[in-house]
């Protein structure tokens, strides 16, 4: 069974970083788009940042363009999210998801596995 473990999530201050890690077991990357999703305290779950596995072509949220950066590693089936400049409206649960898929989507319905989630606190 496809699993996406999320990790690396923790407290930060205003302007630190925190990279995420979201390993995937059972699944061959090369065919998907992985997303990064996150969800705040009484708002809607909201697109982040995706790769296309092959090739590696990339996509963001105007809210972290520029201060995020998506990536992979192929040999440790791992997707990374590092986040520099950390601010307090960062702050949610951060959700890794894959879809099968070549053109890259910002819906997270159309995402169809998705990881436990790890918490990001931006403190002010």
């Known amino acids: 069974q496809v699993q996406l473990v999320e990790s690396g999530g923790g407290l930060v201050q205003a302007g630190g970083s925190l990279r995420l890690s979201c390993a995937a077991s059972?699944?061959?990357?090369?065919?998907?788009?992985m997303g990064w999703f996150r969800q705040a305290p009484g708002k809607e779950r909201e697109f982040v940042a995706a790769?296309?596995?092959?090739?590696?072509?990339?996509y963001y949220a105007d809210s972290v363009k520029g201060r995020f950066t998506i990536s992979r590693d192929n040999a440790k089936n791992t997707v990374y999210l590092q986040m520099n400049s950390l601010k307090p409206e960062d702050t949610a649960v951060y959700y890794c998801?894959?879809?099968?898929?070549?053109?890259?989507?910002?819906?997270?319905?159309?995402?169809?596995?998705w990881g436990q989630g790890t918490q990001v606190t931006v403190s002010s």
């Open positions: 998801a894959a879809k099968r898929a070549m053109v890259i989507t910002t819906l997270s319905e159309q995402y169809d596995i």
């Open positions: 059972e699944l061959t990357f090369s065919n998907y788009i």
């Open positions: 790769i296309r596995w092959s090739g590696g072509s990339t």
